[in-house]
């Protein structure tokens, strides 16, 4: 599975599918200029190749979301298991996975089965439903089912586990310690019952768990032949999650990586970012194929799965062609369901001076950070942050600050706090840094204003730098539908329904939630 640079597929990319049959290409934010534009993208690429390639990317829901606002984000996994209903995620895996079939997509790199047992965790978070393996199974079941039903093959991730990590596999290797009996109920649980349901693939982790395997799992045989393959019985695909990742590449030849991908049992090698490294691991590939150091009946074993994931989804039949203009019509054709289930996720935990509902038409000052702007792939420097544009529908008088990560509350801003009839924070995190540094402004804050109603719109894990807020509210993210029905909650227009799917060490345990009458 192969990843290129750019709009559109350069000629170098497209002979090296071409001349060596390449399966899977899997498309990012950066190949996606508009709906009807990725539709002719992949038109051209399903029309390479001997046997068509299939095309994939990450669609999760909320914070990873390659298509941006462009397609349904529908909401994030912690989202959707706060709304406490799993038939939700059956529905929002349902439109995705239609809106990415329309676009001329064949997979979706979801749903995510990593049990978010770790707080600090810098790259999972609101990606997991929950911190209890049950929630996780359910959930990811019915969102995997949903995919199915709309025709988009689901791919389980991050095969074992990500959950328990604290390091970022994008930038070295994440250790996770925890014991062998800790690892099959956290961790293993979820996996073992998607396999079980045959979900169409899974995507390994680039996690070394030193209690259990002294290798990575992308490259560890217990993991995936002896755990996945023998005891959970998976048929499916496997793939290798990036292998450009620093855990991989920094770390490994392309030799080496071949070499231990074909020994794990891995499927499908994915190098998403560079035609030279592509390249240098093809020439591997063939070279140990070549020279018996790779099985042929490895090969056939691995491609029989490819040739199976392909026949389900009909890649074998025809080149599966889509018109740009129709799938521009599917664009976010179910923004009412989105914006309903948005609405169910809201959870408030705290609301002591009873100030929400707030009065929509007093003066209001919205307080957000750089790092929340930046994320936002639809923000447009020359206009108000996404966070603030949905603010303004519910909120006319309404005032915003925007400050950076780590920045104290400028003396003038300061000076001016008791002049606003409602001041809302509304921090991003996606881990413990970002936390504390937005935290600096918050606490300062708190100390002019204990009325400050903080609005967490990324991990809901906020609150442990500021325990004695009074009043605070979770989103799970920021696409729009979460923004809009974050400012629907705030003003009155729908009640708080959510309930928190992780447990707060000291302060909320899981499941719980204000209902307001």
């Known amino acids: 599975m192969i990843g290129f640079y750019g709009e559109e597929l350069p000629a170098a990319v497209e002979s090296f599918i071409e001349e060596n049959n390449i399966g899977f290409v899997i498309l ?25 390639p299939a095309i994939y990317t990450d669609q999760e829901g909320g914070l990873v979301v390659r ?8 909401v994030s996994p912690m989202g959707l298991a706060a709304s406490g209903k799993p038939r939700n995620a059956r529905i929002a895996g349902r439109i995705i996975g239609r809106e990415m079939k329309a676009v001329g997509i064949d997979g979706v790199l979801a749903p995510v089965c990593d049990v978010n047992i770790e707080e600090d965790n810098p790259v999972i978070g609101t990606r997991a439903f929950s911190d209890d393996p049950g929630i996780v199974t359910i959930y990811a079941a019915e969102f995997a089912a949903g995919l199915r039903e709309s025709g988009a093959a689901a791919c389980a991730k991050h095969y074992p586990g990500h959950g328990g990590t604290a390091a970022d596999s994008h930038l070295k290797i994440p250790i996770s310690p925890i014991s062998p009996e800790y690892f099959f109920y956290y961790c293993f649980q979820p996996f073992a019952a998607l396999a079980g349901l045959n979900i169409d693939a899974m995507m390994s982790a680039h996690v070394k768990f030193p209690q259990i395997s002294h290798k990575i799992a992308t490259f560890s045989p217990y993991f995936i032949r002896e755990l996945l393959r023998e005891k959970a019985g998976f048929p499916g695909v496997v793939f290798s999650d990036c292998l450009e990742m620093k855990a991989v590449k920094d770390n490994f030849s392309p030799d080496a990586i071949v070499r231990n991908c074909i020994e794990a049992g891995i499927d499908v090698m994915c190098p998403s970012h560079h035609l030279d490294f592509q390249e240098a691991l093809f020439r591997a590939f063939l070279s140990g194929a070549e020279k ?9 074993d691995s491609l029989t799965r490819v040739v199976k994931l392909k026949e389900r989804f009909h890649l074998l039949e025809n080149r599966r062609l889509v018109n740009p203009a129709e799938a521009e019509g599917m664009s976010r054709h179910s923004l009412e369901e989105e914006r309903d289930i948005a609405g169910q996720s809201i959870t408030l935990l705290r609301n002591r001076g009873k100030i929400i509902p707030v009065n929509a038409n007093k003066k209001c000052l ?8 930046a994320t936002t792939d639809s923000y447009d420097k020359k206009t108000l942050s996404p966070l603030a544009v949905s603010a303004k529908k519910y909120l ?37 840094k970002m936390e504390r540094d937005q935290a600096k402004a918050i606490k300062q804050i708190i100390k002019s204003r204990k009325d400050v109603i903080v609005a967490a719109t990324g991990n809901p894990y906020d609150i442990r730098h500021f325990p004695k807020v009074d009043t605070y509210v979770v989103s799970y993210g920021f696409r729009q ?7 629907r909650v705030l003003t009155g227009e729908i009640k708080p329904r959510g309930r928190l799917p992780v447990k ?4 909320f345990p899981r499941q719980f939630g204000l209902i307001l009458p």
């Open 28 to 52: 990012f934010s950066r190949n996606l200029g508009s709906i009807k534009h990725a539709a002719a993208l992949t038109n051209h690429i399903h029309s390479l190749g001997k046997i068509t």
């Open 292 to 300: 018996g150091k790779i099985s042929e009946k490895q090969i056939d």
């Open 366 to 373: 919205l307080i957000e950070w750089q790092a929340a702007k």
């Open 396 to 432: 006319p008088n309404l005032e915003s600050r925007v400050l950076n990560s780590g920045e104290t509350i400028p003396a003038g801003l300061k000076s001016k706090l008791a002049g606003y009839d409602y001041i809302i924070a509304c921090p991003y995190s996606l881990n413990k």
């Open 481 to 487: 539908v979460q923004l809009d029905a974050l400012f």
């Open 504 to 507: 707060m060490k000291g302060l």
């Open 67 to 74: 298509f941006g606002e462009m397609a349904a984000t529908v």
